[in-house]
């Protein structure tokens, strides 16, 4: 699990993004021991923002005894969540061999003119 996207999560959870540490450690706990998903869904979304540091980058805040999440933490969790583009389909057997008779036929059709030219 990673720790510092976990916290972002937990803390957006909350009404005004904010949450005693009490509540954190406890919501922290209940995802900690949820399985593989959570783990695995944090730590890719962890890669995508490799140099992540919830607390120097000005995500979180502390206070009141807790910690609030900031408007800029709001925005890195949402590239984080944002989905890539899917990968362009791969054309089928039958439309590469239809571009690839065309392409033939072409090239024919300009040798032939070339032919009769001279």
């Not at 800029?72 to 057997?93: C, N, Y």
Request: proline share 6%.
């Amino acid at each position: 699990m990673n720790f510092q996207v976990t916290v972002l999560k937990v803390l957006v959870s909350y009404p005004d993004g904010f949450a005693v540490m009490e509540d954190i450690k406890r919501d922290m706990a209940i995802l900690a021991t949820s399985g593989r998903d959570w783990a695995e869904r944090t730590k890719r979304l962890a890669a995508r923002v490799p140099d992540l540091d919830i607390f120097s980058q000005g995500l979180i805040e502390r206070m009141n005894g807790g910690w609030r999440v900031t408007d800029k933490g709001r925005a890195v969790l949402e590239i984080m969540e944002v989905r890539p583009a899917p990968a362009p389909p791969m054309p089928s057997i039958a439309s590469v061999r239809r571009m690839r008779k065309r392409s033939l036929r072409q090239r024919d059709a300009i040798r032939r003119r070339q032919a009769t030219a001279s």
